[in-house]
Structure formats: structure tokens, C-alpha cells
């Protein structure tokens, strides 16, 4: 964090003398915080997740059969849908009795819910020789009212890893819970080390309808059309990760990973009824577009020939991987999860630039936000969060005396107000040339030094009010 504020001072670019940014620092130190909102609230959180079984009998048959060991129990994807909440819980060992569950939130007399297994228990058997849901990660329901469901069909990742095939896609029709359509990706778009975890679903014509897997294993984007029941897969040098990006450190855990393609998030239909998708490779620093005219034609998404159609927006700076993102088609504002940070950023796509001055911190917290896993809007423009602290999960114990697991939410707006996301202000580089202009006044070597009281007032009422202002734009960065 401290490295990642020090790249947001150089990048003001302000024309500071070693006294100036003394007293930047000591002003720093006594403007209140309540600048940062930090408006998301904790709507649910569990030390451990518990499921809602039958009888208390049918619980603890599942516990002594070792079918439900609640320490591997992890949640991962979020997504919202009228009065349901819905969580992915892979199967990365041994002992989750189902890996898609949901809880009803027109219920609010428990904060730590038991999760109901979606569609069914019977579905999440794996049993059977083809078992209906194996381990998703990602879920995502469109406003056709249908649960799109990317399951990995791979078990036991982290102990006995086993196979059931290649990566599915199941959809399912949330008036009912029935499954409509089950897709597995063809042998050919599954390559040697092939990882889905991530989806977007561009729904803007409910028959039309196409879906976009982010393959982070073997780096690239499997395009599946509702209409034409088929699917293609996309490469391209943009969905790899970057060499120099793989470190992290969270929560005093230190781990290297290599994942390309993760985030997905797609813009508002255009016009023509399609969008935008924005992307970036979960180790890489980096944000990149393309519109999904190209993608959704199979001749010339798969043809090679669009490389310099993909566009680089810009860097998050040092320190800033992302993982899930997801964008709110009401504002504009693309969320995505900083792992590293223990924060959640934002970036309003009507912004022509992609940097660090030009990106918002939503909520950063090294207690309620440890690897955030998830982000979601409703269609109630709701923010929502999951963090897990996967990283403990992973290379370390979860404890089960304390809370591991929360689900955050905040209304869009509040999340957003007074960052450089807020649709009400103005442009954070206005600030930074007003704010140049005064520094520029108080610091300039050729003005005369004063010679009464009363410049020398007027000199020292210049650097306070310097100083303050760049002690407001740094906490104005920090978001």
C-alpha cells in the first residue's frame, strides 16, 4: 500500500520543493479521513458456511460421512437476482456437498444464513457418471431472467484433482429453476492447463444472447452464441499475464501466481446492440477494451486478423492486480476487486483516460476486505462484494473462531460519491491544474521575497492553502 501511494504522489507531476512536501505531509497528517467514504456496509458474514439440510439428523450423517467438511468450504462468485443471493463454493478439496447455493434476501433475521443448494441437492451428486454441476466460479444471471453457470468440471484442484470433462456451461430459467440448455466446450477449445473462471454475458437481445468464458490457464476468450448453439475460442497477446506482475503479498502471506485472462466486464448495448468488454489478466497491472462486434463474428474473431483492434486503456499502477470486475451500465463505472490493496476501485468509462489519478477507491479494509473475490451491480443498481481470504485458504488455515467470509453492499451512488468516479464532479485533472497553478504562485523562484508582515502573511497563507489542497488530492488518490 505504501508503494502504491508513493507512485500516486510522483504522478501528480507538481512542481514541489523538499519544504513544500514537509508540509504537505505534516497537513496530511491532520485533515480528517472522513474524505474517504469507504460507504459499503457488511450485509452478511459466516466463520464458517453452513448449508440448509433437511433436519439437523441429515446434517450430521453428511458431516461423519466426511461428505461435509466445513473448513473447505470456500465462497467465490456472487451474483444477485430479485430476492435471491447466489454463491459459487468450488470444490477446491474434498467435502462440499454443493457448489451452488443461494440465500433468500427477503430474510434478514440471520446474518450468517445457511446456504440452499441451487437448483437441488440431487444436482450437485457427483456420483453419478455425469453429475449436473461439478465446481463453477463464476455465475451470471442476465435480465432474461436465466442463470448462466461456468462450471470447470474439475474437483479436488487443491488434494485428488479429478476431471469430468471439459468446462460446461449451464443455463438455467430462474422463473422455475429448471435447467434450459447445457453446453460443454468442445476438446478443441480446452487446451493443456485450460482454467474458466471467469464469465460475461451480454444479453442485450434475450435471443441473441452471448456469453464470453475467460480461460486463465491457457490464456484466451471462448465466445458461445445462444442462437447458434456454438461456440469459438479467441487468442490474442492481451490475455496473458505480465512477467513482472506475478507478486503478491496480502495479509502477510507471500505467493507468486500467473494467470492470464480473468476479468470481464461488458458497457451498455450500443446502437448497433453491441459493447464494449473490458478485460485485464488477473497478473497484470493493466486494463484493455474490445468491442464484441469483432468477437461475435466467428470468420474474424478467429481469423488472427484483430490484433490492433483490441485496445490498451492504461495501467492501475504498481501493486494493482485485479481480479473480478463488473461494470454498472446506469453510471458508467467499472468495479473491479484489488487483491493486493484488500480494496475495491472504480473507473468511469467516460473518462478518456486510464490511470492512476483517474480511478476511485470504493473500500479498502485489511479486516473486512481480504482478497476480495467478486463484484457485482444488481438491477437495483446495487454494489455488491464477497471477500474470502482465499490467500489463508490456499497457503495457510482459515480460523474458525473468527469471520472469514462477508458479502458487502453499498447503492452504487453512495459507493461511488466523492471518488474520482462520482458522476456529479468534476474531473480530478481540474483539480490537479488548479491546484498546479497555486504551487506554481507560491514556489515560483523568480517572485520576490517578502519585505513587510503583510506579505510575508499573505506568503504564508498561500503555502497553507498549497498544502491543504495537495493534502485533499492525496486523499483523494488514495481511493
Keep these: 500500500m505504501k508503494t502504491y501511494i508513493t507512485h500516486k504522489l510522483k504522478a501528480q507531476q ?147 484433482t479429478k476431471i469430468y470433462g471439459p468446462a460446461q456451461l449451464l443455463i438455467y430459467d430462474l422463473h422455475n429453476d429448471n435447467l434450459l440448455r447445457r453446453y460443454v466446450f468442445p476438446t478443441d477449445q480446452v487446451k493443456q492447463g485450460s482454467f474458466f473462471a471467469n464469465l460475461a454475458v451480454e444479453d442485450g437481445d434475450c435471443d441473441n444472447t452471448y456469453a464470453y468464458a475467460g480461460d486463465l490457464g491457457n490464456p484466451g476468450l471462448v465466445v458461445y452464441s445462444w442462437q447458434q448453439q456454438e461456440s469459438w475460442r479467441v487468442h490474442h497477446n492481451y490475455f496473458h499475464p505480465d512477467p513482472l506482475a506475478g507478486n503478491y503479498s496480502i495479509d502477510g502471506i507471500v505467493f507468486q501466481w500467473d494467470d492470464g485472462l480473468y476479468g470481464l466486464a461488458l458497457s451498455k448495448p450500443q446502437a448497433d446492440g453491441t459493447a464494449t468488454l473490458y478485460f485485464h489478466p488477473l497478473s497484470s497491472t493493466m486494463e484493455f477494451s474490445v468491442n464484441t462486434t469483432l468477437l461475435r463474428n466467428k470468420t474474424i474473431a478467429t481469423s488472427g486478423n484483430i490484433y490492433h483492434d483490441f485496445k490498451r486503456l492504461g495501467s492501475r499502477g504498481p501493486n494493482a492486480q485485479a481480479g473480478a470486475s463488473f461494470l454498472d451500465q446506469l453510471t458508467g463505472v467499472l468495479f473491479y476487486a484489488l487483491p493486493n490493496l484488500n480494496a475495491v476501485a472504480c473507473w468511469k468509462t467516460s473518462n478518456r483516460d486510464y490511470t492512476i489519478k483517474s480511478q476511485g477507491r470504493v473500500y479498502m479494509s485489511p479486516t473486512e476486505m481480504v482478497f476480495p473475490s467478486d463484484v457485482k451491480v444488481d438491477d437495483q443498481d446495487r454494489l455488491w462484494v464477497l471477500s474470502n481470504r482465499l490467500q489463508e485458504f490456499i497457503y495457510a488455515d482459515l480460523y474458525p473462531a473468527v469471520i472469514n467470509f462477508r458479502i458487502l453492499t453499498a447503492h452504487v451512488k453512495d459507493a461511488i460519491e466523492n471518488t474520482a468516479c462520482d458522476i456529479k464532479t468534476k474531473p480530478l485533472p481540474e483539480i490537479i491544474t488548479k491546484l498546479g497553478d497555486i504551487l506554481n504562485t507560491v514556489t515560483n523562484p523568480t517572485t520576490k521575497a517578502p519585505n513587510s508582515s503583510g506579505n510575508l502573511l499573505k506568503f504564508q497563507l498561500s503555502w497553507y492553502i498549497a498544502a491543504l489542497l495537495s493534502c485533499i488530492l492525496f486523499r483523494l488518490l488514495q481511493r
Design 14 to 160: 507538481t512542481p514541489c520543493s523538499a519544504w513544500t512536501v514537509a508540509i504537505i505531509t505534516v497537513f496530511c497528517m491532520t485533515v480528517p479521513t472522513a474524505i474517504a467514504n469507504d460507504n459499503l456496509r457488511v450485509a452478511y458474514e459466516w466463520k464458517e458456511v453452513d448449508f440448509k439440510y433437511t433436519n439437523a439428523d441429515a446434517r450430521w450423517t453428511a458431516i461423519e460421512n466426511r461428505e461435509f467438511k466445513p473448513n473447505n468450504v470456500v465462497p467465490f462468485g456472487l451474483e444477485v437476482y430479485r430476492n435471491r443471493l447466489f454463491v459459487t463454493l468450488p470444490r477446491w478439496k474434498d467435502g462440499v456437498p454443493a457448489s451452488l447455493a443461494y440465500i433468500d434476501l427477503n430474510d434478514s433475521s440471520n446474518k450468517s444464513p445457511s446456504l440452499i443448494p441451487f437448483p437441488s441437492w440431487e444436482a450437485h451428486s457427483l456420483n453419478e457418471t455425469e453429475p449436473e454441476i461439478v465446481s463453477p466460479y463464476r455465475i451470471r444471471a442476465d435480465r432474461c431472467g436465466r442463470l448462466w453457470v461456468l462450471d470447470t468440471r474439475i474437483s479436488g484442484v487443491l488434494e485428488r
